[in-house]
């Protein structure tokens, strides 16, 4: 029997029993865990409100072998402190909620494998969160550029410039026009699949902005060619995860 | 066909029915493949006639039991309780999730106005949005401006906050003539627990969630 203290960030919550729930967490130092609060459901409980989505909490686990944190699904949260109430900033703005909520679902399914380190995509979502309650920038663009770092941190960084085939760099100062999914952004005339999407040239210039942490650029853009870079970026986040993301589709820009 | 034979037919068959009910009860909520287990075994030890009695119900309340055509609420006829009742006041709507909550506020005995029952609240992450709630059939009940106070009482925690949110935009433009009033639930803090007890979010939802007292 040992106790374990960890911080993270609350991507989940679901009904377990009675009155408890299993939280989901990604943590700092074991990634992403799935651990019980008994209890937690009753106005009495002394967790209150400090296990809700978005919350970064630090917290103890009351663990019952000698086993990695996350091993089992049911090992108990005993304590929680919050660092942050992220929810609190998010909760009272509609396209908040909706564009964070998304986040988490991305942070979750790019974490594939439970109590593996994932250091990467818990800083990531702690900064997306900051921005996202700073209100300095349109929820949508910080989903979106959350989603195409997630994707890069997991290993599928998309090229919005040179050819995301062949690696050939544009001949004019200008981004390769067509944009194909399954070849993992911007292709040159070579590499250029039958189907594929011809984005505007302001489309492809804001979603390397997002990427590259651009704000200035970004929060420049017009709401058109973040429509259609949106749609780019859930198309190439849809090829990458096994299954769609239901968050996606309800996300209020 | 030997008596083993025939015995191992038998026991085939009852092991079936008996999966079946694991299978079955396993699809109800919050009940996992050990709990369903479990029941099904208290089930087959129980006294037939409590048994039977369960089932009855079971297959009665599927048969008499639907939900009220104007909020939503679990009915015996095409109209709940609360909405037939005249003496309930049709000015003032309390929006809740479910049918429970309903049961939990009409135990409090301090509410007269009638209720609106979502179905559930918006969580985006489960696949539930604005449209999968009962919330066209809320603008419909509020169109005719009969209703002057709109309670939220969604639940306090995260999903139903913004469900709140979500609410009180969509509805905000009724209130611009002073015709409609929205008000939500003062939330959080427990009675007979101490404040320095009461965890951040909660306080601050307390205090975003006051009244003014009369003196
Ligand atoms: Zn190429
Ligand atoms: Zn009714």
């Not at chain 2, 009742?85 to 003032?92: A, G, H, L, S």
Request: charged fraction near 25%; charge should be neutral.
């Amino acid at each position: 029997m040992s106790l374990h203290r960890a911080d993270g960030i609350v991507l989940r919550t679901q009904k377990l029993g009675e009155a408890d729930r299993i939280i989901t967490i990604l943590t700092r130092e074991h990634g992403r865990v799935r651990l019980v609060a008994k209890g937690v459901r009753r106005t009495s409980s002394k967790f209150g409100a400090r296990l809700e989505p978005f919350a970064h909490v630090d917290f103890q686990v009351f663990s019952r072998r000698h086993q990695p944190l996350g091993n089992r699904a049911l090992d108990l949260i005993t304590q929680a402190e919050t660092i942050a109430p992220y929810g609190e900033r998010i909760v009272n703005d509609y396209s908040r909620y909706t564009s964070g909520t998304a986040m988490l679902e991305t942070a979750e399914r790019l974490t594939d494998a439970e109590g593996e380190p994932a250091v990467q995509q818990y800083l990531l979502l702690l900064g997306g969160l900051r921005a996202l309650t700073s209100g300095e920038h349109a929820p949508g663009l910080v989903l979106d550029a959350f989603i195409l770092r997630s994707l890069a941190v997991a290993g599928y960084a998309p090229s919005f410039y040179d050819c995301a085939q062949c690696g050939a760099e544009p001949t004019q100062d200008a981004p390769w026009r067509f944009f194909a999914v399954a070849a993992g952004g911007v292709v040159c005339p070579n590499c250029k699949p039958p189907a594929c999407a011809v984005p505007q040239r302001p489309t492809l210039d804001l979603l390397g902005a997002l990427l590259a942490g651009e704000w200035r650029t970004a929060d420049a853009s017009e709401e058109r060619h973040r429509r259609e870079g949106s749609g780019l970026v859930a198309a190439y986040l849809q090829w990458h995860v096994e299954r769609g993301l239901r968050s996606l589709k309800l996300v209020e820009r | 066909m030997g008596r083993d034979a025939a015995r191992g037919a038998v026991l085939a068959v009852y092991e079936g029915v008996v999966q079946d009910l694991i299978d079955e009860l396993g699809r109800l909520p919050n009940i996992g493949p050990k709990s369903a287990q479990r029941i099904a075994f208290h089930l087959l030890q129980a006294d037939p006639v409590d048994v039977r009695r369960l089932a009855d119900v079971l297959v009665r309340v599927k048969e008499t039991v639907r939900f009220c055509e104007l909020c939503g609420n679990v009915a015996s006829a095409a109209r709940c309780r609360v909405c037939l009742d005249p003496r309930r006041d049709p000015t003032v709507l309390c929006v809740v999730e479910e049918s429970k909550d309903v049961v939990a506020i009409e135990r409090t005995r301090e509410f007269r106005g009638r209720y609106h029952v979502l179905g559930g609240a918006i969580s985006p992450i489960d696949g539930v949005g604005p449209d999968d709630l009962r919330i066209r059939e809320l603008m419909t009940r509020l169109a005719d401006g009969s209703v002057t106070e709109l309670i939220l009482a969604t639940d306090p925690n995260l999903e139903g906050e913004a469900t709140a949110t979500y609410l009180a935009r969509l509805v905000k433009p009724l209130t611009a003539d002073g015709a409609l009033r929205i008000t939500r639930l003062a939330s959080g803090l427990p009675v007979g627990g101490d404040l320095e007890y009461a965890d951040e979010v909660t306080l601050g939802r307390a205090f975003e969630g006051r009244r003014s007292l009369d003196v």
